[in-house]
């Protein structure tokens, strides 16, 4: 394995590389995961130094798994911990097919030319792309991910390069960037011909059926993108920095991935942690209960008992309390802009229904309505749910657009027998109210009702007020939280709810 010198930069080291160069990369590497939110302590740290010092750096694979059950917590934390690993402990520096023959020639590919040579003439682009997709298809077909892993580092090096290598001179506008070769290479229209190259007997397709067959080669086609992403971050932090390029280059864990930014593939794998985290959540409020249960001392009683043991209050006496479970409204927006927050929300709120001693549930565009039937049927499907709330419930009027304040109204007119002492409302919404009236007496009817109210809002605090934002009016009657992600959104049930 060829290690770099130091964390953050691109020169080579052998691998005897001096224990100080191993420890700051080791630090760089835990520092990185740390600003990616992984809760990685000196113990862990401490840890992960000893599995390099058992485990060596002959063989990298050996030391990523050693790393990962010495740093990691949870399974989600994966995929940020190997974007980061393959930045600070990457096989070699520099051109792919030089970090190959540096690390061991058998793996060199004898076709490709050797991008070092003086007097090497450079291909034309187009027979470049169209000899790459065709080796391409090939590997996809055979599913050889050696050759897939050849072909995504000569693909960045042929149509990655931005920047200097143009002409722009610009200080810092240099890199690599897997979006630009993915342009150029076009992976995903090889569809059509690594199906009928599997089809036609090419291999790779053993207990597969014909219908199964496309979702198999996308899935293929998915893992070489990933290939490409990871082969530029590796050249770029050769050029940006190691660091640097781990700040800002690594995607976040699932849980802090903000609603409004997620995609969809994201928001679907995002909907699958809402029974984990349900059941995180409801183990800490029953322990929550269990400790309020007890109440605060009864110093009179705890007084009394200490006669009988010389006035020492051994045995302390509590005012005994039954607190009852909460009753929960919630109030969401299913407007198009922050659907994705408020069906991640609901069905956190459903798995963690026995949790409250009754929930209601209202939806609303400009009109609101009661939902609470279409959630307990809604089967756990978000997308179903979401169609249904949209086409039996009557949440949108004369247009289409939020409106909050007329929402509210409605709220407060029809349903406000559902508020009570007892009651937490928590209201889901980037209050954009299209520059209508926000009617803040209807939320003042609400708030006046209700034990607590809570505004959710999945807009960063920097947002609110800008544009047609209603945050900071409505903030001035309620309390708003700032909910980005499905980790702020977490901490904020553990936190605020009451027992």
């Known amino acids: 394995m060829t290690v770099p010198a130091q964390a953050g930069d691109g020169a080579a080291a052998a691998p005897g590389a001096p224990t100080a160069d191993l420890a700051a990369r080791l630090t760089g590497f835990v520092r990185a ?12 740290t401490v840890d992960a130094a000893a599995v390099l010092d058992v485990l060596g750096l002959a063989d990298r694979e050996q030391v990523r798994a050693g790393l990962a059950a010495a740093l990691l917590r949870s399974d989600g934390q994966r995929a940020v911990f190997d974007a980061a690993f393959d930045l600070f402990f990457p096989l070699g520096v520099g051109d792919p097919e030089a970090v190959r023959r540096a690390a061991d020639p058998a793996l060199a590919d004898p076709t490709a030319p050797d991008p070092t040579a003086p007097d090497a003439a450079a291909p034309d682009p187009a027979a470049l792309r169209e000899d790459l997709r065709e080796r391409l298809a090939v590997a996809l077909a055979a599913d050889d991910r050696a050759a897939q892993a050849r072909l995504a580092g000569e693909a960045v090096a042929a149509f990655g390069r931005y920047g200097t290598a143009g002409g722009s001179g610009r200080p810092g506008s240099d890199g690599w960037s897997a979006h630009q070769t993915l342009g150029r290479l076009a992976p995903e229209t090889l569809l059509a011909r690594v199906l009928a190259a599997l089809r036609a007997g090419a291999g790779g397709t053993d207990g597969l059926d014909d219908h199964l067959l496309p979702d ?36 976040p864990s699932l849980d802090r991935i903000d609603f409004l930014a997620a995609g969809r593939d994201q928001l679907a794998e995002l909907r699958r942690t809402v029974h984990p985290l349900a059941r995180k959540l409801a183990t800490r409020l029953a322990a929550r209960r269990r400790r309020a249960a007890r109440g605060h001392i009864d110093l009179r009683r705890t007084l009394r008992r200490s006669l009988s043991t010389g006035g020492v209050p051994l045995r302390p006496a509590h005012r005994l309390r039954r607190p009852a479970r909460p009753e929960l409204v919630l109030l969401c927006d299913v407007s198009g802009s922050v659907a994705g927050f408020s069906d991640f929300t609901l069905l956190l709120v459903q798995a963690m229904r026995d949790q409250f001693s009754r929930i209601r549930v209202f939806a609303f ?8 039937d279409l959630l307990t049927r809604g089967g756990g499907d978000p997308a179903a749910l979401a169609r249904r709330i949209l086409t039996e419930a009557k949440v949108t009027g004369y247009h289409g657009n939020s409106d909050y304040g007329s929402a509210l109204r409605e709220f407060a007119d029809r349903h406000l027998d559902a508020v009570g002492p007892r009651t937490s409302v928590l209201i889901l919404g980037d209050a954009r109210n299209n520059h209508r009236d926000p009617d803040l007496p209807a939320l003042g009817l609400i708030a006046a009702r209700a034990h607590r109210v809570h505004w959710l809002n999945p807009e960063q605090p920097a947002l609110w007020g800008t544009g047609d934002s209603a945050a900071p009016a409505y903030a001035g009657v309620v309390e708003m939280h700032c909910c980005r992600n499905a980790r702020r959104l977490g901490e904020f049930i553990a936190r605020l709810l009451p027992v």
């Open 216 to 251: 198999e080669i996308r899935r293929r086609v998915q893992d070489f993108r990933a290939m490409v992403a990871t082969e530029a971050r590796r050249r770029a932090a050769e050029v940006r920095g190691t660091e640097h390029i781990a700040e800002r280059a690594v995607a």
């Open 33 to 44: 995961l740390r600003t990616h939110g992984l809760r990685i302590g000196p113990a862990e």
């Open 365 to 372: 565009v400009n009109r609101t309505a009661e939902v609470t």
